[in-house]
């Protein structure tokens, strides 16, 4: 079956590290995103990726980066600038390269704790 | 610029009583309108679009949501919850400007009390 796969579930920083959550989809679809979900606040964009080797930032992108070498695969690199990062990531993806107006498909998130 | 306002950030329904989510959008043009749930720790599944044509739309789990352009308006409605209708509800609009991504509201938590 298509679907989203993010991994690790869950995963864990140390002070000063920087960490890179793994986003891959098997559903051929051009655009993907990340999101950050805190409690409260619903979903923030960080970044998102209408095709290969090209992305934008979103709402809240300081603190991360994000590469789009190839279709199905968006990882996103929490780095130490980010002072905030305990937070649950989701990624997700949809069908066409340019506008807003497609369902996005979810992967089923990491939760992101710093120890 | 797009917005989209959940007012209710809990509510809570017997079950078996029938459930209304409200959501209210800002966009210029005919927007382009999703719901979708998310159970505890998990992602966000899809449960009905409205694109155009009728108002009234049908969706997966007997959920159904109608779109009032003159109240800007998306509500999603059941018409008996069930216990597993517990959960997060968040209703997205796209539609804007291209290369852009959907805007989601900060979401509805559903309880279910028997």
């Known amino acids: 079956d298509g679907g989203i796969t993010q991994s690790p579930k869950y995963l864990f920083r140390k002070e000063g590290q920087n960490v890179t959550l793994s986003c891959e989809q098997n559903l051929n679809h051009d655009a993907m995103y990340w999101y950050r979900q805190d409690p409260g606040q619903g979903l923030r964009l960080i970044y998102y990726?209408?095709?290969?080797?090209?992305?934008q930032k979103g709402d809240i992108a300081e603190g991360y980066s994000v590469s789009r070498e190839k279709k199905e695969s968006f990882p996103l690199t929490v780095t130490s600038a980010q002072k905030n990062p305990t937070a649950f990531y989701l990624c997700?993806?949809?069908?066409?390269?340019?506008?807003?107006?497609?369902?996005?498909?979810f992967g089923d998130g990491t939760r992101l704790s710093i120890l | 610029a797009q917005s989209v306002t959940q007012p209710d950030i809990h509510i809570t329904v017997s079950e078996g009583a029938s459930l209304e989510l409200r959501c209210n959008y800002s966009y210029g043009a005919t927007p382009y309108l999703f719901w979708y749930v998310q159970s505890p720790g998990q992602g966000l599944q899809l449960l009905l679009k409205y694109f155009s044509g009728d108002t009234l739309v049908q969706g997966i789990k007997g959920f159904e949501a109608e779109f009032k352009r003159s109240q800007s308006s998306f509500n999603l409605r059941k018409p008996s919850v069930h216990w597993s209708d517990a959960a997060e509800y968040f209703c997205a609009v796209g539609g804007g400007q291209a290369g852009t991504a959907l805007i989601f509201g900060k979401g509805t938590t559903l309880s279910v009390s028997s």
């Open positions: 990726s209408q095709i290969v080797n090209d992305f």
């Open positions: 997700a993806s949809s069908i066409g390269g340019y506008g807003n107006n497609q369902p996005q498909h």
